[in-house]
C-alpha cells in the first residue's frame, strides 16, 4: 500500500499541470480554520457562525489565492474558543499559514505515533513495531485527515494521552496535581473543541476513574466556557442558535455527502433517502434510534459489569473498555465525519498489545480498512455506506470482549461450592 501510494505522489509530478493534482486542490478545510480566526482576529464575532459571511470570505480569498474550490464553501462548525487558535494563524498569508499548519499537524501525528509504539509489548520486535506508523500512514483516514488539512492529527494526540494517563492506575500517596485520574480528565476536556469526540469518552473515563477525573474534565470545560465569555461578547448565545440552524442549512436543505460520515443517522440516511434533501424520513429516525440505544445499551451494561467486579479490575480489562468505547462513539453521534476514525489507530494498538489470536476480531479490522479506501467513492453511488456496518461489527465484537472477560472475573470472584465427597 505504501508503495503503490508512493507511485501515486512520483506519478503525479510527472503529469501536466492541468490534469494533475495540485496544491490549490488540497488543504480546503484549513478555510474554514482560517476565516474564524480571520474573524476572531479583527474581533467580527457576529460573522463567525455566518455562512453568508464565510463563503463571501472564502471565495474571494480562493480568487487571491489561486484555490480551486468552485461554489463550495466551509462553514465553522467547532465551539467558539477554537476560534482563537487560528487568530495568530490568520494573521500571516494564506499559504504560509497553510504550511504552519501542517507542519502542526505533522509534529502532533509523529508524536502519537511514538505513543502508540510505546505500548506493544516490551518483546515486540522492531519489525512489529514499524507496522504502527506503516499501517497508520497508509491508512484512509489519515490520508483524508492530511489531504483536507483537518485537525484530526492533534485529536490523535490528545486521545493518546488521554488513554497513557488513564491506564495508569494512581497510588493513594500521590498528591492531587500527580494523579493520573486528573491529568486524563484535564486533557479528556480539550477534547470538547469537537465535541462528538469527547463527550462519550469523557463519561466512561469519569465512570471509570471517579472524582479527579470529573475534577479535571470539569475544570479543562469551564476554562473552555470562560474564554469566550471574557473574550468574545455574546458568542456564546450566537453559537447555540446558529449551530442547529446552520447544520439544517447544510444537511436537510441541500444536497449532503452522508457517505463521509460514519454515525448510524448517516447509514440510514443515505439507504433510505440518498443525499437529496430534506427532513429524515419517519423510518430514518426511528431506526437510528433502534440501533443506537442497541449498541449504547450494550456498552453501558458491559461498562456496569465492570465497574460491579471492581475488585478484580486488570489492565487487560480496562484496555478493552477504552478500545470499544473508542470504536462505539463515532456511530452513537449525530456528526462524525470519516478522516476522524483516525482515532481507531489507539483501540487496533491496544488489541495488538495483547498479543493474543483474535481471528474474527482481525478479520473485521482488515475489512474495515481495506473498505475505508473506497468507501466514499462507492457508497455515493449505491446508496450503502459500508463502513457503518463494518464499524458496527466491530464495536460488538469489542464490547462483547469486555463482557466475556468480566464474566470471566465475576466467577471467579464467586466463593467455591463444595460437594460432600462420593
Known amino acids: 500500500m505504501a508503495l503503490f501510494l508512493l507511485t501515486l505522489a512520483i506519478g503525479n509530478l510527472l503529469l501536466p499541470a ?18 474564524a480566526g480571520t474573524f476572531a482576529r479583527q474581533g467580527q464575532f457576529d460573522r463567525l457562525y455566518d455562512l453568508n459571511a464565510a463563503r463571501d470570505f472564502q471565495h474571494q480569498l ?22 482563537w487558535v487560528f487568530a495568530p494563524l490568520s494573521a500571516l ?3 504560509a499559514a497553510l504550511t504552519v499548519w501542517m507542519v502542526f499537524n505533522a509534529l502532533c501525528l509523529a508524536t502519537a505515533l511514538f505513543l502508540l509504539v510505546r505500548w506493544l509489548p516490551a518483546d515486540a520486535t522492531l519489525g512489529t513495531r514499524l507496522m504502527v506508523p506503516l499501517l497508520v500512514l497508509v491508512s484512509m483516514p489519515c490520508l483524508q485527515a492530511l489531504n483536507h488539512a483537518q485537525n484530526t492529527c492533534g485529536s490523535l494526540l490528545l486521545v493518546c494521552l488521554v488513554v497513557h494517563f488513564w491506564r495508569k492506575h494512581p497510588r493513594n500517596d500521590q498528591s492531587f496535581w500527580s494523579d493520573p485520574s486528573l491529568w486524563a480528565g484535564l486533557i479528556c476536556g480539550l477534547l470538547f473543541y469537537k465535541p462528538q469526540l469527547g463527550a462519550i469518552l469523557a463519561a466512561v473515563l469519569i465512570l471509570t476513574r471517579g472524582r479527579r477525573a470529573f475534577m479535571g474534565v470539569a475544570i479543562a470545560g469551564t476554562t473552555l466556557l470562560l474564554i469566550p ?4 461578547p455574546g458568542i456564546t448565545a450566537d453559537y447555540l442558535q446558529r ?3 446552520n447544520i439544517h442549512f447544510m444537511q436537510v436543505e441541500n444536497t449532503y455527502l452522508w457517505e463521509r460520515h460514519v454515525t448510524l443517522k448517516s447509514f440510514w440516511r443515505l439507504l433510505l433517502q440518498g443525499r437529496s434533501a430534506g427532513e429524515a424520513l419517519p423510518l430514518t429516525t426511528i431506526l437510528t434510534g433502534i440501533s443506537g440505544l442497541t449498541l449504547s445499551g450494550g456498552l453501558g451494561l458491559t461498562l456496569w459489569r465492570y465497574l460491579r467486579n471492581h475488585s478484580n479490575q486488570n489492565n487487560l480489562q480496562l484496555d478493552r473498555i477504552i478500545a470499544a468505547t473508542i470504536v462505539t462513539s463515532p456511530l452513537l453521534m449525530p456528526f462524525y465525519f470519516d478522516y476522524d476514525l483516525l482515532l481507531l489507530a489507539i483501540p487496533a494498538t491496544l488489541l495488538a498489545s495483547e498479543n493474543r489470536s483474535q481471528r474474527w476480531l482481525n478479520i473485521n479490522w482488515v475489512m474495515l480498512g481495506v473498505w475505508m479506501l473506497f468507501n466514499s467513492s462507492v457508497a455515493g ?13 466491530l464495536a460488538v465484537m469489542s464490547i462483547r470482549r469486555v463482557f466475556d472477560q468480566s464474566q470471566h472475573l465475576a466467577e471467579q470472584s464467586e466463593p467455591a461450592i463444595l460437594r460432600p465427597a462420593a
Open 18 to 35: 492541468n490534469r494533475s493534482i495540485t496544491n490549490n486542490m488540497l488543504g480546503h478545510d484549513f478555510l474554514a480554520f482560517y476565516t
Open 62 to 83: 480562493a480568487i487571491a489565492e489561486h484555490l480551486e474550490i468552485g461554489q463550495s464553501f466551509g462553514p465553522f462548525w467547532n465551539p467558539p474558543f477554537y476560534a
Open 93 to 95: 498569508p494564506y499559504h
Open 229 to 232: 465569555l471574557l473574550t468574545m
Open 243 to 245: 449551530l442547529p440552524q
Open 381 to 393: 453511488q449505491f446508496r450503502v455506506n459500508l463502513t457503518v456496518p463494518l464499524l458496527a461489527s
